[in-house]
């Protein structure tokens, strides 16, 4: 026997032995077939928090072929993370999309009871496919993408097979590489590159104005009491709140600063400093050092863009103090009668709580030598403080108010005294004054009707409501204009009816005067007054109403008539001009023609002469010769 012979018998014995083999062993399970793993796209893109887009996101599919058990064959992907940009700390995601005669899960064998068909996350990185039907072609398909990345740049993902049966092929263990391109989400960008800001007094907080409002404070240092409060509100490139903190920088100025929550009313707080980092859910709160001036605060972004300017100004020592009178005339009711304005030596206008004492030159008729009012508040509205006067008895006082204690205080300041008057009350109503605003007014205009009761001298009364007309009021000749207020009643009311403004005791009426043009006279009786005689006098007040837009019109056109017929007179005299002057014209060409003949006549003549003349001539010359 060769030894070619020997070796062919050798092998037939062994390959019988091992098939023996595996007919006296089961398999723990079925070994696949053709297995294969084929990627959709060797790219793939998604954003920054796990967000992906699944128009742009790679797909996996494993495939092989089941044998003749029907849950047996098992192939599973695997996926490795094999480089990934500087500081990354995730891993890459199977998510399972759709599948063909195949159960999948996370762990092999899969169990048929408990598996999920579709939308599993495989955070393990491996996923395992079992083949459901017998002698079936088995395939998944896969999304691949990366957990939640939050490092933006490229990321290469491999995926591997692997021929989990046991037997059979084996799977190609070089596998698929996917580039998955990971760019920042809009959403979820932490960098600021916008922001609102709005600067309120300290104690507006969080339920300010939703504008920016004008913000004085005092210089006083302290590194609690909270000025002012910046609601700083940054945004990222897409718009939406940025996560990072930012900063507030004192460019220029006085002030120091400091922040806390949002929720903080802002009645107190910490300074820091001139510049200092701020968490994006705190506002900005502003101290004062001590200087005046006015101070620039910067909110920039972390990486030092500018993103809001505010300014505060802080004052200092009142320098001016400026009196204004609010009720020229008051009653014995306590009546805020003037508004007290301070402004320090740069102008700036002073609103922190003042004490003032205010001093009378007739003590009888309204109290007062230094007397102080206390603590009192700015009043926004007013554009001061308001002092409350009470008269004592009729008559008029000159009212200083200031900021000095005493008449030998060497510290504050006092405005130049104003004269207050203290009128009479209703005993006194001697007379009322009716009164229109002007003399004539527009179609449609609004009026104001004054009424003004006084008493004996002719001098406004105190505040207070007065019976100054009989039944019927003020009686218009013809219906005033929608809106217009009630004129019918018998009071001069002292404010708080619709339609009114008063000013001391003067009460004011708003009408709309008719339509159209016209004289219009509007009556009314007096009341019952002090003096007998002005008491149920009827009275009238007459107004006109013109329509200068229809009266220029109307102006304009006889004008343009007059012109016109002016115009047409001055052609008339330059057609007999003419005419005139045309028969002087044929005058002269016929003097011409006449002047013209005789000339030719005598012209002929003195011909006539001058030949008669050359003949005698020549004949004596003949004579001479002979």
Known sequence: MSTKTTFKRIALVT???????????????????????????????????????????????????????????????????????SGNTKLPVLQLVETASAIVGTASPVDPATYTEKGVENKTQVAYVTGSAANSAVSAKFRVYMDQPSKTGAYVVKLVPTNVGGGGLAADSTGVTITITVTQNPATDAVATSAT??????????????????????????TTAVRAIIKVSTKNAAGVAASESYTAVVKSGPGLLGHDTKLNSGATGTAIGRAISVPTENWVEVFSDGSSGVSTIEIQSKAGVVLATETITFFGDATVATSTVAKA???????????????????????????????????????????????????????????????LTAGTANITVGTKSSASATTGVDAAAVAIRVGGGATKLDDVLVTFDKATYLPGELAVITVTPVDSAGLILAPDTYTVFATGGIVAPVALGSSSATITGTDAHNGGVAGKGTSSGVATYKVYMPAYAGTFVFKYTTGTMATTAKSAVARTISVAVVNSVADAAQAAAEEATAAANDATDAALSAAEAAEAATAMAQEAVDAVAELSAQVTQLISALRAQITTLTNLVVKIQKKVKA
Do not use: M
């Not at 079925?30 to 084929?38: C, G, H, K, M």
């Not at 742009?56 to 990934?84: E, K, P």
């Open 329 to 391: 005339v008051i009653g014995l009711t306590a009546t805020n009668a003037i508004v007290v304005s301070l402004k320090d030596a740069a102008g700036t206008a002073i609103t922190s709580a003042q004490t003032f004492y205010v001093t009378s030159s007739a003590t009888s008729v309204i109290a007062g030598a230094y007397s102080t009012t206390g603590s009192l508040n700015y009043s926004v509205d007013d554009g001061g403080y308001l002092i409350s006067l009470t008269g």
């Open 15 to 85: 390959v019988a032995a091992l098939g023996l083999s595996f007919v006296a062993v089961a398999p723990s399970s079925a070994a696949p077939s053709a297995i294969q793993l084929v990627a959709s796209s060797t790219t793939g893109t998604q954003l920054t928090a796990g967000t992906y887009d699944t128009a742009t996101a790679a797909t996996v599919t494993l495939s092989f072929l089941n044998g003749a058990v029907a849950v047996a064959d098992t192939a599973s992907v695997s996926a490795y993370l094999i480089s990934a940009p």
């Open 197 to 222: 800001s709005i600067i309120t007094g300290s104690a507006l907080g969080d339920t300010a104005s939703a504008t920016d409002v004008v913000v004085t404070a005092t210089k006083s240092a302290s």
